[in-house]
Each structure stands twice: as structure tokens, then as C-alpha cells.
């Protein structure tokens, strides 16, 4: 009663559940922050494998800190710039740190691009990017098409204060999750016949949770499909450094194809997302950028920036590493180097106990093919073994449904927020558990567990007790943290 109270007295976003904190999705995070994996301390603890983080070359950046101690004006080096960086409040941004940044965004698109440091809008990480390009580019009830499956947090960038919707573009594992044509045009044709005018399609490339990147037919038909219905493309860029081989495609920006010219597209229509927080592994820093070929909206973006500028002190010290061209080129090429030996470590790992992942080439995460483990191919058989994953395995991985992935027994397994220690561990664990779901198949004689149809996986979960279940699943159970106020990916 006091609720419904409370809940009349606020606006309908504030007493809605738009922000989504309140999903099964988030019950993973609930079970890592009860119970953290800790190598000493709690070795067997939860580890976190739900968290997109790059954190494979921090001792670099370390390094570069300690050397320049001016970039930090709260050091003895760097106290000079104190009172001009405490006083600077323009939403233009650090004029050097808009060079720096459209300089790195060059770099990372291998300077086959050319990036105008006019064009870069800040945001508060791409989270706050995306929600402005939702207010600058559609009203309240319009849609955009997004291909799945997709980054979870984009219901809540997107859609949650700005009313918009987001309408999927179906994509299947037969052809590698590739968007169609036919996917493009039947999404944009069932939001017609439901009446609701689409303003968009939202990219993600390289794809998060998938880790591939779009080839260049596919940018082709993607920019032929917007340009025909004269429809804004957002594209989100935010992993592009992240891509560690060409194999099998080079990652390409939709800027180069743009300044290509070889697909007539209005330009006006093409809108990059972009922030540090992969790419340089700068989560917390809450860089974002907009970055639009069409004036008005960069002009309007910039006006909405006011509501999540960028520090000047971060500026400061991002427009100095950035513009150390030896640091930033020894960083990506080493970021690539660790990020390639993870993955193949992984998936290798994997491979030895029949676990295989979808080819991919870029991202911090695998999307990991779990199908035959189901017992049937649904949701609900997904989310349960989801939760053996998370109670009996004590891995918190994120299950495909919660990036609406079309096709039930995909989950994302995020690789690169973890030392090679840790990696151990949970490779360990998940070949323990394959294991016994082998013996439990076989009834005692070992098999090969792929060829085995039998629903071991049954058993572990009936071996949950049911209060640890109602414990985990609880939605009263206490948050110690929330997952959306860390971020999370
Ligand atoms: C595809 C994608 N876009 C945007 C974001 C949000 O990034 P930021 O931390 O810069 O807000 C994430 C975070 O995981 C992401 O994966």
C-alpha cells in the first residue's frame, strides 16, 4: 500500500521497471557479489565471467601513469594545471582532447578513416552516447531495428527515459548470425503493419556478444537497406581495437565505406558510438563520444552533452596519453597480442573437453554453443542451466536470452577481465562439470559427452537444494551493489 503510495507520487519512469535491473539476467550478479571468487581468500567463490572488461594490459597504462605524472594534475608534477582544469567547463570539450580522441579513433580504424575533431561529442561512456542519439534521432513510440542477439544494457540506454522502442532483427547460427536482407526487411515491415514508424537500425560492430565483426557486403546492405528507406544507421564501434586477427574479416568501420563513397548514402543518416571503455579498458573514466556526419545533430548532441560531460580532469589526462603516439601504438599492438593468446587458450581449453564457440576474431567474450545441453531447446531449459552454471559450476555467465538471441543454449563467457590464473580455474571447473554430466549420461561409463543425448544435466540440477535456489533467485534477496550502477557489460 505504501508503495502504491510512494509510486503515485513520482513520474511513471521513475516508479516503471524500464530500467531492467529487476531480470532474471541480473540474478548471476546477485550470486557473484554474495560470493566472490578470491584465489586465496575464496577459492571457491563465484567467478565473474559476466563482465566485458579489458583488463589484460592495465600494467601498461600503469607504467605510462608513472612516467607522466603531469597528466595528473592532482600529483606534485601536474599541480599547474590544477585551478585552469577545476575552472574548465565547456561542453566543446579540451580542444586537445577532441584532437586526441579523433586521432586514436583514426588509429584504431587502422587510419584508413579520417576523423574531424569537430564531429566528436562527449558523453558519459557510449551508455550516455546511445541515449543521446535516442533523443536527437527519434520521439517517443518510434523505433529502431536492432539485430540480435544483442548488448542487454541497449533496452536500457535506448528505450528507458527516452521512450523509444527497439524491434529486433532476427539472426540465426546457420549462417553465423548474420543479418539478412530478408531479416532487415521483414522487421522493418512488421513494425509497419504494427503502425510504428522506424527511425533507425542500431549496429554493433564488433558485435557484443558475439565478438565477430560485419563483413563488408554485409555494411553494404546495411547502408543500401538505411539509405532506401532514408533511415539513420547508428553504429557502435566501441570494441574496434579489440579485434585481435583479420581472420576472417578485417574489422571495417562504417566510416571508411562512407569516405569510400562506394555505396551512394546520404550521409546525414550515419551516426558512430564510440567510448574508451573497451577499447582502452577505461570503464570507469566514462568517456563516451557521438560522433555524427550530420551537422544538426552533432550541433543538438553537443547542446545535450550538459547532462554527461566528461571531467576536465579526465580530458586532461586522456588527451595526454592519447597524444603519446609510442604508448598508444605499443598499446594496441599488445592488447592484440594478449587478447589473441587468451582466446585461443580458452577456446582450446574448451575444445579438449567438446565445448565449442562461435568463430570470432574481436570482443572480450566467447559465445559459447551450449545447445546440447539443453533438454529441450527453450528458454526456461536455458535459464536452468544457466543456473547450474552459476550455483553448481560457480561461473557467472550471461545466457543468450538475455540478448534476446533468437535460438535458446548460446551464452556469452567474457575472457579478458581475469588474470591466466583465474582462467585456469574456471577452465578446470567447467571440465569437472562436463565430466560428471558424462558419467551421469553414461551411468557411470565415460563417453564422449557430445554424442550423448541424454539429459544429464537434470541431475545437477535436482542436486541444488531448493533454499540456495529461492536464496539465488529471490527477487527480495539483498543486493549488495547494484549491477547497473557498477558498469556492467
Ligand atoms: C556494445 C556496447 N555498447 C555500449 C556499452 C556501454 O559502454 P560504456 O561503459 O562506455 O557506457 C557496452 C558495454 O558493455 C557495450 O558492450
Given amino acids: 500500500m505504501a508503495e502504491i503510495q510512494a509510486n503515485n507520487l513520482l513520474s511513471k519512469i521513475a516508479s516503471g521497471d524500464g530500467h531492467g535491473e529487476e531480470s532474471a539476467y541480473f540474478d548471476g ?15 571457491l567463490g563465484v567467478i565473474q565471467m559476466g563482465l566485458a572488461e579489458n583488463q589484460l594490459c592495465v600494467d601498461l597504462v600503469q607504467d605510462w601513469v608513472v612516467k607522466n605524472p603531469s597528466a595528473s594534475i592532482c600529483t606534485p608534477g601536474g599541480v599547474d594545471g590544477f585551478k585552469e582544469m577545476a575552472n574548465f567547463q565547456d561542453y566543446h570539450g579540451l580542444p586537445e582532447f577532441r584532437n586526441a580522441v579523433a586521432r586514436f579513433m583514426e588509429k584504431v580504424r587502422g587510419d584508413r578513416v579520417n576523423s574531424d575533431p569537430t564531429r566528436i561529442v562527449m558523453s558519459g561512456g557510449a551508455t550516455g552516447a546511445h541515449e543521446l542519439m535516442a533523443f536527437c534521432l527519434a520521439d517517443p513510440g518510434e523505433a529502431f531495428l536492432v539485430p540480435t542477439p544483442y548488448y542487454p544494457g541497449f533496452d536500457r540506454d535506448l528505450r528507458w527515459r527516452t521512450g523509444i522502442q527497439l524491434l529486433p532483427i532476427e539472426t540465426l547460427s546457420s549462417n553465423g548470425f548474420k543479418i539478412t536482407k530478408a531479416a532487415l526487411e521483414e522487421a522493418y515491415n512488421k513494425a509497419m503493419e504494427a503502425g510504428i514508424r522506424v527511425k533507425g537500425v542500431l549496429i554493433t560492430n564488433p558485435s557484443n556478444p558475439l565478438g565477430t565483426v560485419l563483413d563488408k557486403d554485409t555494411l553494404v546492405l546495411l547502408l543500401t537497406f538505411i539509405n532506401h528507406y532514408q533511415i539513420h544507421l547508428v553504429c557502435d564501434e566501441i570494441y574496434s581495437a579489440t579485434v585481435f586477427s583479420d581472420m576472417p574479416n578485417r574489422f571495417t568501420s562504417i566510416a571508411e565505406l562512407l569516405e569510400d563513397g562506394e555505396v551512394p548514402c546520404n550521409r546525414n543518416l550515419i551516426h558512430l558510438v564510440y567510448s574508451l571503455s573497451k577499447d582502452m579498458g577505461f570503464p570507469g573514466f566514462r568517456v563516451g563520444i557521438v560522433y555524427s556526419y550530420n551537422d544538426a545533430v552533432v550541433n543538438c548532441a553537443r547542446k545535450m552533452s550538459s547532462f554527461g560531460l566528461v571531467s576536465s580532469q579526465t580530458q586532461h589526462l586522456i588527451a595526454s596519453m592519447l597524444s603519446d603516439d609510442q604508448f598508444v601504438d605499443k598499446y594496441l599492438s599488445e592488447s592484440k597480442k594478449r587478447l589473441a593468446t587468451r582466446y585461443k587458450f580458452f577456446t582450446w581449453g574448451l575444445s579438449m573437453v567438446g565445448i565449442s564457440s562461435l568463430k570470432s576474431n574481436g570482443g572480450l567474450f566467447l559465445w559459447m554453443d551450449l545447445r546440447r545441453l539443453l533438454q529441450e531447446p527453450t528458454v526456461e531449459a536455458e535459464l536452468s542451466l544457466w543456473r547450474v552454471i552459476i550455483n553448481e559450476v560457480k561461473l557467472n555467465v550471461s545466457p543468450g536470452s538475455s540478448f534476446h538471441c533468437s535460438e535458446a543454449g548460446w551464452f556469452r563467457f567474457a575472457f579478458a577481465n ?9 577452465l578446470r571447473r567447467i571440465r569437472s562439470f562436463m565430466v560428471k554430466g558424462e558419467e551421469a549420461a553414461a551411468g557411470d561409463k565415460p563417453t564422449v559427452v557430445a554424442k550423448k543425448k541424454k539429459c544429464w544435466q537434470m541431475d545437477l540440477q535436482l542436486r541444488l537444494s531448493a533454499r540456495r535456489l529461492e536464496e539465488v533467485m529471490s527477487p527480495h534477496s539483498p543486493l549488495p551493489l547494484s549491477p547497473l550502477v557498477r558498469t556492467r557489460t
Avoid: C, L, Q
Wanted: aromatic letters at 12%; zero cysteines.
Fill in 29 to 43: 550478479w546477485k550470486a557473484y557479489d554474495k560470493d566472490p571468487f578470491h584465489s586465496s581468500k575464496n577459492p
Fill in 418 to 426: 581475469m588474470d591466466d590464473k583465474t582462467v585456469d580455474v574456471a
